[in-house]
């Protein structure tokens, strides 16, 4: 299945709304486990095992997710230049081997991502969990490795 980017997009919710000229498609945000740039599309992966793939980039689906905020079940975090991970199904996070683990208790997903990338993200949920509150900055996982303050 594929949804063309020159559809009408709305978000509300937890919910991007894809309005097409045959079908109308409803994204929950709260059952995606990460979304992954493919060129200049993006394929969007739940947690059951389902995915399909937008005709939209990765800048168009980070700018719609962050309009939504973030939630117990929606707490998403760029990884690099190629994927938005919801941070509500990360399980594990392995730099050496250059993965990324999501679980909802039943089903199971991994991605490939670059090491750099994964290790700034492992330490930025470190520090999330360990660092007083007033120490953790807000951050987006740039694709060189980079750091960047929001």
Known sequence: MCIRDRNQIFVSMNKIHINGR?????????????????????????????????????????????TVGRSEQCSYVRIGRSIIVNEAYVFRIE??????????????????APRDALKKYKQFVYNKLFLPTNQVVSQKIDGHGQNKAQ
Do not use: R
């Open 22 to 66: 045959d079908e109308l498609l409803v994204i929950d945000l709260a059952k995606v486990a990460y979304f992954k740039a493919e060129d200049d599309y993006t394929t969007v992966y739940f947690i059951g095992g389902v995915n399909f793939m937008l005709t939209i980039n990765l800048a168009k689906v980070e700018a719609m997710v962050a």
């Open 95 to 112: 730099v050496l081997s250059q993965k990324i683990y999501f679980c909802n208790g039943t089903n199971m997903l991994q991605v490939s």
